[in-house]
């Protein structure tokens, strides 16, 4: 019995035995299927993601910037153009970071040899006994050092305060030379600022001379991460004749970054943007789209190969409608008639008294086609040059603190009372209306005094007249009642129609202008004379009134003003845009009828044909038939001279706007916009 039992248990062992050997077996099994599945997933199926987790850790993407696109005249002529500069770039992927301070102070050293500029914003400067103090002109840049997002300081904190903070963020210590140690704060400060890494180059100074290239070249050669590169750099070739309206590039702020930023838009904190005019319209056609290179490091941190590329892809191309040559003839003639005026004024003021023009300092023009509404020219007196502007320098202190205000757009966003030039919206609202008719008399004695408090004075007595005359002569007194029996609300109802007050639809900023009535904050019935005359309220843009002008010459059809006429690619082989000329954006009417137009336009021909005309002096002769209105606005000082007209009267091409600021005599405004058509009617005649 007992050998049975023991083989029964035996075999009861190897059962057990086997048993625990399969149940490992098929553990060991499960894990390496696991195993197996799991690694199919890493590499198969997830190997893109992994691969490129691996990537990053040894890959940096650099973006590279993209050509900006340029801006032409009507004709190709260049006003915003590329051309190559030079710049110190700092690269951190070749610097080792031990030794940056020390290029950093000796690229600054080097910069002194030849006195020139590196990118310095830093708010700080020394004092004369060499202490720090805050600049003074700096607020925003100050207000963000301080910021809590960067030394988190009281408002109230002192100059030294923040270097002392900063020499401790970025860890600088042993440098007791004062201005040494501001000076690499400074860059350090800026390379912060615009997010100094493996992905972001840091400009240290841009346009710099080709004497600095060949001594950059030489003194640090062997250097690694300080490189010299080209770069295009914006050149307006007619820089000091349209600055208001091409505009300029700046670096990026914070505020424009992140406002990119929410927009999608792709922007380094290297970029420039256009800061105002054509330059800031159309920044997204102008910029471009930037490329990348991906740069691969070893362990060690070295550069070893780019691994992929994307080309820039370049910005479009604006062509304007604006001719230069009138342009150029526009600002030559504005200066010299507001020069011509003060020496007048200066003459006459000696024996006559103050108010003869001896004042006259600036002005502005504008020149519109009629048949679509483009502008050929507009200036704006003082003028400057955009191409020394853009430095930010003493240059443009000295801009920016000179009482005529050179870089304010008077054409665009300059409101003058309109004077006389407002006759023919009234006269055109009254006929209308059938307040009037062109037989309607009025008779003129001087003084109109229907409102004692709102006394109108005429230039002269003259008696009983019809609207023809009046608008010939001028008459204040028969415009003054025409508009108390015509009333505010209409008139500025009509004015709306005719584009005064209103904007005029242009590419870039321009001013609403004020509409008496309308705008007024108080208004008394007396005032309204003073409104039928183009003074009380009433402060329109030259833009304004040229577009008012262009929409009598085009039957009361008023077309959005422009200055854009094509857009193409960089190549100039593509078009992006073009703007229709045969079917013009049409933006309002004037609803007054062509018979009733038709009046007042003969009156405005009669205004230089007749010999008692008020711009006969100028036009009478001419030799393309003129219709026009000469204005008068009183303002402290001398009065400012007002003068629109359009020509050929029987088949207007153009329609001009001229303001002399306390110009006093009409004259010279009208001779700014003879120049004007004298110049438009050779040309056209040569073509």
């Not at 993601?49 to 190709?76: F, K, M, P």
């Not at 607020?139 to 009281?154: C, R, V």
């Not at 204040?476 to 109802?493: H, K, Q, S």
């Not at 009409?666 to 073509?687: H, I, P, Q, R």
Request: charged share 25%.
């Amino acid at each position: 019995m007992l050998p049975n039992a023991e083989k029964d248990r035996e075999i009861k062992e190897k059962r057990f035995i086997n048993k625990r050997i399969s149940i490992c077996i098929i553990i060991t099994l499960v894990i390496f299927l696991a195993f197996g599945v799991r690694l199919f997933f890493w590499q198969i199926v997830e190997g893109k993601e992994y691969a490129q987790l691996a990537d990053n850790s040894t890959a940096y993407t650099v973006t590279t910037d993209a050509t900006r696109g340029e801006i032409l005249d009507c004709n190709g002529q260049g006003v915003a153009v590329n051309r190559t500069g030079y710049q110190i770039v700092l690269d951190k992927l070749y610097i080792d970071s031990d030794k940056l301070n020390g290029i950093i102070l000796s690229l600054i050293d080097l910069m002194k040899t030849r006195d020139e500029e590196w990118i310095d914003n830093l708010p700080i400067e020394l004092n004369q006994s060499g202490g720090y103090r805050f600049k003074k002109d700096d607020t925003d840049e100050i207000k963000t050092l301080k910021s809590e997002d960067f030394l988190d300081l009281k408002s109230s904190d002192s100059a030294d305060k923040c270097i002392a903070e900063l020499a401790d963020r970025y860890d600088i210590k042993g440098i007791k030379d004062e201005k040494k140690l501001r000076n690499l704060l400074s860059v350090r400060y800026n390379m912060e600022r615009n997010l100094y890494s493996n992905t972001t180059p840091y400009i240290f100074a841009k346009n710099i001379s080709t004497d600095m290239v060949a001594i950059i070249s030489e003194n640090m050669q062997g250097v690694g991460g300080v490189d010299v590169q080209t770069y295009l750099t914006r050149y307006n070739p007619l820089g000091t004749l349209m600055p208001h309206l091409v505009g300029a590039l700046g670096t990026i702020n914070q505020e424009e970054y992140e406002q990119k930023q929410k927009e999608g838009k792709d922007y380094g904190f290297n970029d420039y943007i256009g800061k105002f005019g054509l330059e800031l319209s159309y920044e997204d056609e102008l910029k471009g789209a930037g490329g990348e290179r991906i740069v691969q490091k070893d362990s060690d941190g070295n550069v070893t190969k780019v691994v992929q590329s994307v080309d820039a892809k370049p910005g479009n191309t604006l062509y304007l409608t604006i001719d230069s040559k009138l342009q150029k003839i526009a600002v030559r003639s504005l200066e010299s008639q507001v020069k011509a005026a003060r020496a007048f004024g200066e003459s006459e003021a000696s024996y006559k008294g103050e108010g003869q023009g001896e004042d006259c300092k600036t002005g502005a023009v504008v020149m519109l086609d009629v048949r679509d509404f483009s502008v050929l020219a507009s200036a704006s007196y003082p003028t400057y040059d955009i191409n020394r502007y853009s430095k930010y320098g003493k240059y443009y202190i000295k801009l920016a603190t000179d009482k005529t205000a050179p870089m304010y757009n008077r054409a665009f966003v300059g409101s003058f009372a309109p004077g006389s030039t407002y006759k023919p919206c009234v006269a055109a609202a009254a006929l209308e209306e059938g307040i009037i008719d062109p037989y309607t008399t009025i008779t003129c004695t001087q003084k109109y005094d229907y409102y004692p408090s709102n006394p109108v004075a005429c230039m002269h007595m003259h008696g009983a007249i019809d609207l023809n005359t009046a608008i010939t002569k001028s008459c204040n007194y028969y415009f003054a009642e025409v508009g108390r029996l015509l009333g505010i609300n209409t008139m500025y109802l009509y004015s709306e129609k005719f584009g005064l007050g209103e904007k005029t639809g242009v590419e870039v900023n321009e001013s609403n202008g004020f509409l008496a009535g309308r705008d007024s904050r108080v208004w008394q019935d007396g005032n309204t004379v003073q409104a039928a005359i183009g003074q009380s309220d009433n402060a329109f843009t030259p833009l304004q009134l040229a577009t008012y002008t262009a929409t009598i010459a085009n039957n009361g059809k008023r077309l959005r003003t422009h200055m854009v006429k094509e857009i193409r690619n960089y190549e100039r082989t593509k078009t992006v845009y073009k703007y229709n000329t045969k079917k013009p954006e049409v933006i309002d009417t004037s609803g007054v009828s062509q018979h009733n137009l038709d009046i007042v336009q003969r009156a405005m021909r009669n205004v230089c044909a007749s010999e008692s005309g008020t711009a006969y002096s100028i036009f009478g002769n001419y030799k393309v038939p003129v219709a026009a209105k000469t204005g008068t606005a009183e303002n402290s000082g001398s009065d400012h001279t007002v003068f629109i007209c359009y020509a050929p009267f029987d088949k207007p091409e153009v329609a001009v706007a001229v303001v002399l600021e306390n110009g006093a005599h009409g004259k010279y405004s009208m001779t700014v916009a003879k120049n004007l058509l004298d110049g438009y009617f050779s040309k056209t005649k040569s073509e």
